[in-house]
């Protein structure tokens, strides 16, 4: 019954009305076009050889598939150890954000007190501060505190990042929720914190799952912060250790082993996206309905 209901209600293909909508649907088909080439291009990259990918001759398939790009670079190249550290690196800064965030905006949209919209525009303004204009006196005290190349700083680094972007985009979602939740569990005996773990914070799931996807490729592909405090090959995450490996093809020339390093280093985020796009699109949007 639902399905024919959807059905119903879906209006019928007509040309006049799609007929102004023709020029963004030529750019969004450009810019598939565009995308599937380019990532076909470093797949294809991938899988062959230096001279065949200086020479132009991806296509042409004559030395087959060297599907030893892949573990030499996830080997020789050190892919492996990046790759382990980014993922420990977004992991525990991915949980930690969202363990602190998610009551800091909780209280700051359900409760009212002297400094509350302080708070908020304080953690706006940390939005529009670029992390250029701090760098220099935060790698004052931390090189004077000998905490570089450490996994714990590069950790704490992410987490302050993005702590703020996290509690701005969770506020819209608790001031959405209903307050009669709330009413239901205070006459049910539930202190405010059990309140928040054991209904709130469910509810919020949409919008946690969305900013934690965001924060998951902001973390993954930051380079900026690592480049400064992890200098140690042992503690780099991969977005830095593919910038050296780059570097160093002017002494290696292994350009098909390159390129399955970015191919491993794209994957992560790319099947995020594949996988969870619905859930991206429902979490953005889940924050503007009323609860």
Partial sequence: MAKT?????????????EIPLLPGYIMCVAWVVFTIMLVGWVMLASLSTSREILGGQLFEFASGFHWENYSNAWSSQKVGVFFV???IYTAISCTIIIVVASPAAYVLSRFRFRGNMFLQNMFATALGIPVIMIIMPLFS???SLKLTNTRGLIIFLYIAMNVPFTIFFMLSFFQNLSFTFEEAAAIDGC???????????????????????????????????SMLFASKSAVRPIAVGL????KGMQYTNDYGGMFAAVVIVFAPTFFLYIFLSDKIIAGVTGGAIKG
């Fill in 85 to 87: 550290n980014s993922l």
């Fill in 243 to 246: 910038y050296n490996m780059v």
């Fill in 141 to 143: 005290v931390i090189t």
């Fill in 5 to 17: 209901k959807e059905k119903k209600l879906r209006e019928p293909f007509r040309i006049k009305k």
């Fill in 191 to 225: 202190s405010p914190i059990k309140t928040f773990w054991k209904i709130m914070f469910p509810l919020a799931q949409p919008g946690i799952i969305t900013v934690t996807i965001f924060n998951f490729i902001t973390i993954w592909n930051e380079f900026f912060m």
